[in-house]
Every structure is written in C-alpha cells, then in structure tokens.
C-alpha cells in the first residue's frame, strides 16, 4: 500500500454516498458534460482563495498566472477576481484579451517579435528576458510608434528553498541577472520607454511559510538595492509568487495570513527607493489548483499476478501531473478516490491506470480504494492547474475531455 495526498477540504459526499461537487453529484456533473473524462473546476473554491489572499495581503495586487489553467471560462472567471492577467505567449495574450482583461503582463523566454509587436499594441507589459529582447522591444516600439511598457525580469542571485521548481539562483534562462539590471533599466528609461519595475519570481510550489517569508524580503532588498542603482523609483514590483498546495501524504497546507503578516511589517515602512511602489503577487497553482477535479470512469477491472489494475477511459493524456511525469523526480500519489462510493470505506488494494498504451500511464499506484466495480468514476484531484494544457493530449489520439465550470 502506497498513501495518496490528502483530498483538499470541502469535499464530501451526498445523500447517494457519491461525490458532490459545488452541491452537484459527480453522475449529474457526467450528464452535464455527456461524456467521461472530464475536469470540474468549482469557482466557489477558487473564490475562497481569491478572499483569503485579499485578507492576507489588502494592500498587494494579485495577479493570475494563465498558464495554471486557461480555459475560457475560467479565465473570464479570473479576470473579475484579480488585479491583472500574466500571460506567457501571443496565445495566451488573445485569450485574456478575449476574456477582457485589462491590466496584463507578459513574461517568458523565446519571445518573437510578432509576440512583441502584438504586446506593444495592446499597451501590455513586457517583463523583459534579457538585454537582446529589451533590444528588439524597443526597436520594434520605434517602428510602430508606440511608447512601451517595460519591466526587467530579474534573475535574483537566491532561491526559493524548499520549492518544488526553482526559478533563480545561479544560471537560468529566465530574467536577467541581478547585477546586469540596473543598467538595463536604466538605458529603457533613457530610450524613452515607460519603464514599469521589476519582476522577480523566485520559485514555485512552496509549503513553508518561512521560507516564502524569507524570499519575499530578500526579493524587497534586492529590489530596493536595484532602484537605488537605477536611481529611479519602480512604479510596480511582482514579488513572483510561489505560493504551493499539498500534493502528496505528508505535504503542510501553507497559511498565507503569516506570509501577509510579515509582508505588511515589511511594507509599513518601506525601503526608501520603494516609498511609491506598488506590489503584485502572482498566483496560478495556488489559486485554482484545489477547485478542480478530473473525473474518469473505469472500464475494466482486471488482476495480473496477484494485483488488480482498474482501468480508466482517462489517463496521462489530460492529466499528465497526477501520472507523476510532470516536473517530479520520485513518483507519488495525488489525492484520489472512487467518486462513486465517495463514503464508502477503503478495503482493497488497487493500482488505477489509464488507457493509454504505456506503464507511465498511472493515476494511483497501489492505492486503498472501496470495492470499485466497473462503470464507476474515480476522482482524481488538484486538476485545476496544470492539467488538461499541461498533459500531452493527442499522444494516443483519445477525446479531448470536457471542461465544466460550476459553482
Ligand atoms: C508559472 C509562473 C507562475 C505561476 O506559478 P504557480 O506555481 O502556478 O503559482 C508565476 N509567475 C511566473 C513568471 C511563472 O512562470
């Protein structure tokens, strides 16, 4: 028996011993999509965190991160329910426009120039990646005769300990390094650029308040010591973001209010060069990971040496993460259970496995699950961010699952 991650609060189950979600069962949530696998992402759940970060930070800008989760609808969602839309291609450009967002930034390595123009035009901010891409910005600016706005990402000499993907420290291909910057800023404003601050994202999915603490007034100091060498104050600083959920057994839930708390003893008084600058924190995994749910129904329920395997009609093709293939070294288990005997108690050994045609294909490895026959949904859960667009969807060539928003 291997332990799965720990089910995300405020899920239970209805009158009919199943899974409800947003006050609806999981069998009438498959009605609704007409068809298995789909993701559910409930919007009160991403509410909730949209009101515990607003009481943890009052005085900090939130922005979302799209590439956690960019379906249409949700996007829309998140547009109403934050400061501003990060985006990371021309794609995910059009869609926040689309869904009308009208604070958006755009970082991220690789920028084309059609990606800049289009940027330029839409007045958005472009977190710059390095001195080459400055470069073009403001060359291709000129040509259009725009005034752009432009911020530095910075490649901070520190990192976020303890997180799960590190974005700094050392050489990256992300943001330019520390050293380098206030040259760089400084020749944007002398090109006439409305130059907007500093990006500094220092790593992603952490669980330790303290070392968010730690992070974030590092990411202060450094951006107070590059204001004064740039010898202009930042309208804005994104202090990055970072902020991670439980995954797996043993992982701590984190308590933002701590991390607001220190934030705001930071910023009553504020490093000098900082005195008139706004802060943005930066969110997508933490802000909608725990609203989704990917449900997946189970096709064939069969035993191989002594091991019995159900076999879903979902797999790594729409949740790739929950497979263990996504940014992990050691494969564990995420959160899930067998939707439909959601009360049910746990009494046999099961390995859930998906449809597709390879042994990385896994959704539970070794799990405890009620008697699970057939014809019954298995709940895979944290599939709001980093799902369905993070999972290689025409390997194998199956449907594209069904994407629900409720609540
Ligand atoms: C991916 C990304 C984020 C969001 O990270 P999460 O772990 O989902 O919160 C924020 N900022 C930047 C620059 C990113 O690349």
């Known amino acids: 028996m291997k332990p799965i991650g720990p089910i995300p609060p405020g899920f239970a189950a209805g009158g009919d011993g199943s899974l409800m979600i947003a006050g609806r069962s999981v069998e009438a949530l498959v009605a609704a999509a007409e068809d298995t696998p789909l993701f559910v992402y409930d919007l009160a759940t991403i509410h909730a965190q949209v009101i515990a970060f607003r009481a943890a930070f009052p005085n900090v800008a939130l922005h979302y991160a799209l590439k956690a989760n960019p379906c249409r609808p949700l ?3 998140m547009v109403g329910l934050t400061d501003g839309i990060d985006v990371a291609s021309e794609g995910e450009l059009a869609l926040a426009q689309e869904a009308g967002a009208r604070e958006i930034s755009f970082a991220g390595p690789g920028k084309r ?13 472009i977190n710059l990646e390095s001195e080459g891409e400055a470069a073009r910005a403001l060359r291709i600016a000129d040509g259009i005769g725009i005034r752009p706005k432009l911020a530095v990402r910075v490649n901070p000499d520190f990192t ?11 050489a990256k291909p992300f943001g330019v ?3 380098r910057v206030p040259e760089l800023a400084r020749s944007l404003i002398e090109a006439g650029a409305d130059w907007r601050g500093f990006h500094i994202f220092a790593g992603s999915q952490g669980l330790d308040a303290d070392a968010l603490i730690e992070t974030q007034g590092a990411t202060l100091d450094l951006a107070a010591k590059l204001a004064e060498e740039v010898g202009a104050s930042p309208p804005l600083v994104n202090l990055g973001g970072g902020f991670g959920i439980p995954h797996f057994a043993g992982d701590r839930r ?14 009553a008084q504020p490093p000098e060069p900082l005195g008139q600058t ?3 924190i930066e969110l997508g995994r933490w802000l909608v990971g725990q609203a989704g749910v990917y449900l997946t129904r189970v096709i064939d329920r069969k035993v191989s040496h002594g091991e019995t395997f159900l076999v879903v009609d979902g797999g790594l093709h729409h949740q790739l993460a929950a497979s263990g293939n996504f940014g992990t070294v050691v494969r564990r288990n995420y959160p899930l259970a067998n939707a439909s005997r959601f009360s049910a108690e746990p009494t046999e050994q099961v390995s859930v496995v998906g449809c597709l045609c390879t042994p990385l294909d896994r959704l539970g490895d070794q799990v405890m699950l009620p008697r699970t026959e057939v014809g019954d949904l298995i709940a895979v859960f944290i599939a709001g961010a980093y799902g369905r667009s993070a ?4 390997f194998l060539g199956h449907p594209a699952p069904v994407e629900l928003l409720v609540g």
């Not at 976020?160 to 050392?170: F, P, Q, V």
């Not at 984190?254 to 910023?267: F, N, Q, W």
């Not at 999972?391 to 025409?394: D, K, L, Q, T, V």
Request: aromatic share 2%; no cysteine; charged share 25%.
């Open 391 to 394: 999972s290689p969807e025409a």
């Open 160 to 170: 976020l300990k303890g997180s799960g993907m590190k974005m700094g420290g050392g």
């Open 177 to 179: 390094d520390a050293e």
């Open 278 to 280: 706004r802060f943005a």
């Open 75 to 77: 996007v829309a969602a």
């Open 254 to 267: 984190l308590d933002v209010s701590v991390i607001g708390a220190a934030l705001a003893e930071r910023l």
């Open 113 to 125: 120039n059609r990606e800049l123009t289009a940027a330029i035009r839409a007045g958005v901010t």
